[in-house]
């Protein structure tokens, strides 16, 4: 079955965009996956077409609209055949935090529906109505859910079957299973010397057991250091595991 990305945004312009270049831009070519954006203001009201309107009860910014936001993804649930099977994801900085498993989990289903929102927020009722996955990047605010559902989409797109070469493999990287979930180790290329600076003996030195040692250590040090939060979590599962 092919990968469907379903997009729903009042800027459907901005897609594919970076996910149209490199490793999903030549799978979208190859046809490994397919997008379609579905444009928002088709479902607006008025002569303006309007999605948004002020915040019940005073406030900052624009709400969108439940009925706009339900119409436009009823119109793709209701239409697209398989669609009503897709999770639907409302990339939101309130949601749960977007993670590698998440990437993993959505990489099994047929496809997903994004619905991107530039605004304050979306009228809770459709939240309740409908409910979509909330699921946020980080704790920082974007203008709009686009470019943090190109970022979730790439991270899902580059685990489908036959997207990444062999070379580009992703087995030992950063959150892997491989890699138990640690921060990957430190990497080296040509040249062997470049601001005097050395690759380490141990990178280059033939002995694959003591390098494959060399690097768990570095990886589990750069863990440590960089992410105490992700090292404990680590560390619960590891106790899990021998109890
Ligand atoms: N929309 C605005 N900010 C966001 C964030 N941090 N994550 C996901 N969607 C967003």
């Known amino acids: ?37 579905h444009d928002l203001r088709n479902f607006g009201h008025g002569k303006h077409q309007n999605i948004d309107d002020t915040p019940a009860g005073g406030g900052a910014g624009m709400v969108l609209r439940a009925d706009v936001a339900a119409g436009a993804l009823d119109n793709v649930t209701d239409n697209v055949k398989g669609a009503d099977k897709l999770p639907v994801i409302l990339p939101s900085p309130r949601g749960q935090l977007f993670s590698q498993e998440m990437a993993r989990d959505w990489a099994e289903a047929d496809g997903l529906i994004f619905l991107c929102n530039r605004f304050e927020g979306v009228d809770e009722r459709f939240i309740e109505a409908r409910r979509p996955l909330e699921v946020s990047l980080g704790d920082y605010v974007l203008g709009g859910g686009e470019l943090a559902a190109m970022a979730m989409l790439e991270a899902v797109l580059r685990l489908l079957p036959g997207v990444m070469g062999k070379a580009e493999s992703g087995t030992d990287e950063s959150f892997s299973a491989a890699n138990d979930g640690l921060l990957e180790y430190p990497h080296y290329t040509r040249p062997q010397e470049w601001e005097g600076r050395a690759i380490p003996d141990i990178v280059t030195g033939g002995d694959h057991e003591k390098l494959a040692a060399w690097r768990r250590a570095e990886a589990e040090a750069l863990t440590q250091k960089r992410r105490p939060d992700l ?8 106790e899990d595991e021998k109890n």
């Open 1 to 37: 079955m092919l990968f469907a990305a379903h997009i729903i945004t009042a800027y459907p312009h901005m897609f594919p965009g970076p996910l149209g270049e490199s490793l999903s831009g030549r799978a979208l070519a190859d046809g490994l996956w397919q997008l379609q954006t």
């Open 231 to 238: 090292w404990d979590k680590l560390a619960g599962k590891r």
